[in-house]
């Protein structure tokens, strides 16, 4: 017999009639290489193409491990006493918001570096059910069990945690802990019930059950810059000229259905995250169109980048539409460091149409192509400054800014 050395990650293909150049192994996805009796977290399917910003999730302690009950035994010593072992404790469960380095956590809690890990972009990969490991029973000769090991659950940075309506975490900075639930306290052997007046007590005590909870996680996503406007914008389009980001394209609105984050790199090293808010429309604050299941993402941006579609007639409306739609939402929204964004600059309505925009709203608003690449330049050094303004004012709040 012969064997054949496969590449690593891949499976033989069974034998054919006619081989030749059909190769001996294929790749296996990652998420299906599996060990034997290790379930799968999700389908491969499901983490790459669905958006999840809701996760309903049951989370139960580890379970304590039972006291023992025994009696020492060895030769010529008649009377040895009680030695049963104290049950370990159940396991907790802890929700962390992920770093990108092993490691890094610590780093993060003293305020030294926050960096964002861009593998952990939703919900998606966080199951329905935790349970943490049980605590092993206490055994003869005073011997403890084991306890169970913390069970730590990789949420996003931006996860809000709520129990029963109510707001009980915000995992916001890199490397932010909550214990969700706790394990059950481990049972007592007989040995811990030795007293002056009971000299060979039989007692002993089962371990506790682990605290049981429903959490509903909220997923707020995290980004310097947000990209503001109503469908059909081009927000999508500008997101991908400034960054690598490619988010679907297409001549109808609401071709965005789930935030995307690009970031855009200067030359100097620094980054500066831009998320893609999917369209707004008038109402949204009431929950029309995509309504209240995106405005939450606009909170966690720094300062804005309003994009209005200069194709349009009377474009400087949007403005103002948007901003008493955020204004709705949440007070003080609108008033975060912004900066106006006309989009489309290179249809001729839209050179018609400049002039009495930018009279109506300054000569900040920045005139570009997201198409054609058309005054790009303005809008990275203006998202600089914003970006610049952005860190003093963390520095100033004694607050470490967010490095992505």
């Known amino acids: 017999s012969s064997c054949v050395a496969l590449p690593r990650g891949g499976t033989r293909e069974p034998p054919g009639p006619a081989l030749g150049n059909t190769p001996l192994w294929r790749p296996v996805p990652a998420c299906a290489r599996q060990g034997p009796g290790r379930p799968r977290p999700l389908a491969c399917a499901l983490q790459r193409r669905h958006f999840v910003d809701h996760r309903r999730v049951l989370v139960r302690g580890g379970s304590g491990g039972g006291g023992a009950s025994c009696f020492h035994s060895e030769p010529r010593k008649e009377f040895g006493g009680p030695d049963g072992g104290d049950g370990g404790s159940g396991g907790h469960v802890v929700l962390r918001g992920r770093c990108r380095a092993c490691g890094a956590e610590r780093r993060c809690r003293a305020g030294v570096r926050r960096v964002l890990d861009p593998q952990v ?3 998606s990969g966080v199951l329905s059910h935790y349970r943490g490991a049980d605590g092993e029973d206490g055994s003869r000769k005073n011997c403890f069990g084991r306890s169970g090991g913390t069970l730590y659950v990789r949420v996003p940075v931006g996860t809000l945690v709520k129990e029963g309506g109510q707001v009980v975490a915000d995992l916001s900075c890199p490397g932010d802990e909550y214990l969700a639930a706790l394990g059950g306290a481990g049972g007592k052997g007989n040995r811990f019930f030795l007293a002056n007046d009971n000299r060979a007590p039989t007692t002993c005590t089962p371990g506790q059950p682990g605290q049981e909870r429903v959490l509903f ?16 914008a081009g927000k999508s389009s500008l997101l991908r000229a400034i960054s690598n ?9 609401f071709t965005t259905l789930k935030p995307h984050v690009g970031v855009v790199h200067y030359e100097d090293h620094w980054q500066v995250a831009v998320a893609d808010i999917p369209g707004i429309v008038r109402g949204a604050h009431r929950n029309r169109g995509l309504g209240l299941a995106f405005l939450r993402h606009v909170e966690r941006c720094g300062f804005l980048l309003f994009v209005v579609d200069l194709s349009v007639p009377e474009p400087w409306s949007q403005l103002a539409d948007l901003r008493f739609e955020l204004e709705q939402y949440q007070a003080g929204l609108s008033a975060r460091p912004h900066a106006v964004v006309a989009n ?33 330049e303005a809008l990275l050094q203006r998202l600089r400054e914003l970006y610049d303004q952005h860190v003093a004012a963390e520095l100033g709040r004694g607050r470490q800014p967010l490095r992505w």
């Open 121 to 123: 972009k939703s919900l």
């Open 217 to 232: 996680l909220e997923l707020k996503t995290v980004a310097h810059a947000g990209l503001v406007g109503f469908p059909n």
């Open 245 to 253: 980001a490619r988010p679907a394209v297409a001549a109808y609105p």
């Open 344 to 376: 489309k600059v290179d249809l001729p309505q839209a050179r018609v149409l400049l002039p009495e925009l930018q009279a109506r709203l300054g000569p900040g608003a920045i005139a570009l192509s997201a198409a054609t690449g058309e005054n790009l």
